[in-house]
């Protein structure tokens, strides 16, 4: 088997997706998402100059030597645009392999280690009443776990709060949106959010937390403390990483168990942190790894240290990630929780996938490859719209971090 052609397609079915399609000589085709939020256009260029021209001939079940061919041959290695082209094409080439020996991928990577996987969602509210009802109408629904996002008072826009029923970052225009920040109010407020949680809904909702990377290690420190006793699943992203020393502080300073990882790419972003046991949740994903294969050998790590994968899961990503994070969390024994925000309707114009979703559980299907499809003639009914993340600035307009 060989491959003879590779399709990149660029819709907007509610938001900017990046799809590829790795055709055979068999005739048998595999899907990968190469969606990167903000920055869509360059991955998709970069596929079709430089990857491309290189996958033409080569056989898709080698895939170990293809992935090392992309990563180690292009000599600038990592980067979120380089990762995300080449998680695409490990992705579509696991599917491409499923479906020619007729089984799902999950059982080329070792076989089941559960039934099902646990899942949460975002609940999120412009104050604290309507979050509390938020969080209410979730638990409702079946949702047992539940990243909880809160406006803050005092600050206009805050991350994960969206007057929308769904949080949807990016934003269409010419240049980023700036939004404002205050650590300090941040920091006063986050606790009493927690504890009016708890005491409306109890001790049995797992609750997770998302600071996304704002503050610095003693303010995240601080904030960890102050949260202990709220007994929360996770506190996550609470400052960047490129110092991943830096979590040693905060380790050292708060029992909340920690995740970290979702702009990860590679390995080295979290190599210290996993042989060190700084955190207790790594949250690559597949599509921004760099697809199945590498991601296999990080949770193989991780696990040494007995610490868990929790694959990032927004929106952003496609149908085609969420099924390729399905496969993974189903076989690897250290696996912690999938994040799932679900999509908007008219997603499944384009994508339609073959897993059982229901609230706070996902179950694998056989369907052999990936399972999930893309209709190409419905994709082409919604281009692409130019869109960015926001900026974010304290106060007195220092720029900081989103």
């Known amino acids: 088997m060989k491959i003879i052609d590779v399709d990149v397609i660029v819709c907007s079915p509610g938001r900017n997706f990046v799809t590829i399609k790795v055709r055979t000589d068999e005739g048998i085709f595999g899907l990968g998402d190469a969606t990167l939020n903000g920055r869509e256009l360059a991955v998709a260029e970069y596929l079709r100059q430089y990857i491309i021209p290189c996958l033409i001939g080569k056989d898709p079940f080698d895939t170990e030597d293809i992935w090392q061919y992309l990563y180690r041959g292009v000599y600038w290695r990592k980067g979120p645009v380089n990762m995300t082209a080449i998680g695409a094409v490990d992705m579509a080439l696991w599917d491409i392999k499923g479906k020619a020996l007729g089984v799902p991928v999950y059982n080329l990577l070792g076989g089941r280690s559960r039934a099902y996987l646990d899942t949460y969602t975002h609940a999120q509210g412009t104050d604290l009443t309507s979050t509390l009802e938020e969080i209410g109408r979730l638990q409702d629904l079946g949702y047992s776990a539940l990243r909880v996002q809160c406006g803050v008072p005092g600050l206009d826009k805050v991350y994960g ?5 769904k949080y949807e970052p990016a934003r269409e225009g010419e240049r980023p949106v700036e939004e404002v920040w205050d650590s300090h109010k941040y920091i006063q407020f986050i606790p009493k959010l927690f504890e009016a949680v708890r005491l409306e809904f109890g001790i049995e909702l797992r ?3 998302d600071v996304h990377h704002r503050l610095t290690p003693n303010e995240a420190a601080l904030v960890g403390k102050r949260l202990e006793h709220f007994d929360l699943f996770w506190l996550e992203d609470t400052t960047p990483a490129e110092n991943q020393d830096a979590l040693r502080l905060i380790r050292n300073s708060t029992s909340v168990p920690l995740a970290i990882g979702e702009i990860f790419n590679t390995v080295y972003d979290c190599q210290s942190l996993i042989i060190n046991q700084l955190v207790d949740y790594i949250r690559m994903t597949i599509a921004h790894g760099g697809g199945i294969t590498p991601m296999m050998k990080v949770a193989s790590l991780a696990s040494l240290y007995q610490i868990k994968m929790a694959c990032h899961g927004p929106s952003d990503l496609s149908p085609i990630n969420l099924a390729a994070c399905i496969h993974f969390d189903t076989t690897i ?35 052999p490859g990936l399972g999930v499809e893309v209709d190409l003639d419905a994709a082409r009914k919604y281009p692409y719209k130019k869109s960015f993340l926001p900026v974010n600035r304290l106060v007195d307009r220092t720029l900081h971090n989103w």
């Open 161 to 165: 709060v969206s007057s929308h029923d």
């Open 207 to 209: 609750l997770l937390h």
């Open 333 to 367: 024994n250290n696996f912690g929780i999938q994040e799932y925000m679900g999509y908007p309707a008219m997603i499944s114009d384009v994508f339609q996938i073959s897993h059982n979703i229901t609230p706070g559980r996902i179950e694998p299907s056989d369907t």
